[in-house]
């Protein structure tokens, strides 16, 4: 059964005033990119009102991927900018102790996360070239923002919970002889294919998905007022929270009462070490959704992992499955929420949890 999403893009209808069509016009590729997103989320051709089409220049791979990556660039700036004026976030540049000329990463945060005692929610998504604010740039190209970006999980989080953190686990390297972030994009060809010529270095506290997320963790989320914390990680990102329980695990286990995996690449084998307290302690407190055929929500054996409950997310398509299971997900934090709040804490694990359908 398909899910239906009719009017879960109202957030883009807020007179925010941005466009996607105004950063295109300053790069130079106004006529091959005549793009903007409809009130839809749905990246369409200005004049045919078609969807985006690679190929462009024909039988020239290497200047249509230039032209690629020029929307992709634009597209991170667009949700950048959505971030911050559609969902209000405040951008915080890291490593906190930065010279004024370091490179630096950041990530978002709603105004209070840190500060209020409700809970936060953490968005940690896959790896790839997306930044923060995406699932997946592929996605936002060809199925809308709705379903690429997360700023439903954004508004959902802030709107039950109070407090949200948007880490940014992909931006890692910086250029070092141009700085190519700082570039406008006034020339064409140089500002892509500097990527593809100049040497890159690492960020400093910021280098590798796994170093940003412990950096956040440790200078942020574990000195918030708030009591609860919940993570929800797409692909790569389970990883990267299962490294991240594994080097803090008191803390973690101590101040996360949920976990929502999608699709995750976490193996608990390798990474965990035969340790009880950690399986016991994801038994209890985690779920994944998975790309399956099965209904949302509905339960999905696994051969694999048997660390936790797994479900379906409603949708084979594993670019839609975070889209797909925004809700189920929600349903899932917000329970596990009230039963930590409402209940004694004890040491035995929910036995019916693995039962219920989310």
Request: with cysteine.
């Amino acid at each position: 059964m398909m899910a239906d999403f009719t009017g879960e893009h109202m957030w883009l209808q807020t007179g925010h005033e941005l466009s996607l069509r105004t950063l295109l016009e300053g790069s130079g590729y106004q006529e091959e990119l005549k793009y903007d997103f409809n009130e839809k989320g749905e990246l369409r051709h200005l004049d045919t009102n078609e969807s985006f089409v690679f190929n462009y220049y024909k039988n020239s791979h290497e200047k249509n991927h230039e032209r690629y990556e020029v929307l992709g660039h634009m597209i991170t700036q667009y949700v950048y900018e959505l971030l911050e004026r559609v969902c209000t976030l405040q951008k915080v540049y890291i490593p906190s102790d930065a010279a004024e000329d370091e490179p630096r990463s950041f990530f978002f945060m709603s105004e209070k996360a840190l500060t209020s005692s409700s809970s936060i929610i953490v968005l940690l998504q896959d790896h790839g070239v997306f930044r923060a604010g995406q699932w997946g740039q592929k996605t936002i190209i060809s199925e809308g923002l709705y379903h690429g970006t997360q700023i439903p999980f954004i508004k959902m989080a802030l709107q039950s919970h109070g407090g949200v953190i948007v880490l940014n686990p992909n931006d890692n390297l910086i250029d070092l002889k141009t700085e190519r972030e700082k570039l406008s994009y006034s020339t064409r060809v140089e500002s892509v294919t500097c990527m593809h010529s100049c040497q890159w270095i690492p960020k400093r506290c910021t280098s590798s998905p796994e170093e940003h997320t412990m950096y956040v963790w440790d200078h942020f989320i574990s000195k918030s007022a708030a009591k609860n914390v919940a993570f929800i990680a797409h692909g790569y990102g389970g990883l990267v929270f299962i490294d991240l329980l594994v080097q803090r695990k008191w803390e973690v286990m101590n101040k996360v009462f949920s976990v929502a995996f999608i699709d995750s690449m976490h193996n608990i084998q390798h990474q965990v070490r035969n340790d009880p307290q950690i399986q016991w302690w994801i038994q209890k407190h985690c779920c994944e959704w998975v790309s399956n055929n099965k209904p949302l929500g509905k339960a999905v054996g696994s051969l694999v992992k048997v660390n936790c409950p797994t479900v379906s997310a409603g949708t084979e398509k594993y670019s839609l499955a975070p889209s797909y299971c925004l809700h189920s997900v929600f349903k899932y934090l917000n329970s596990t929420l009230k039963a930590k709040t409402t209940t004694a804490f004890t040491r035995s694990p929910i036995a019916t949890r693995s039962s219920k359908s989310w």
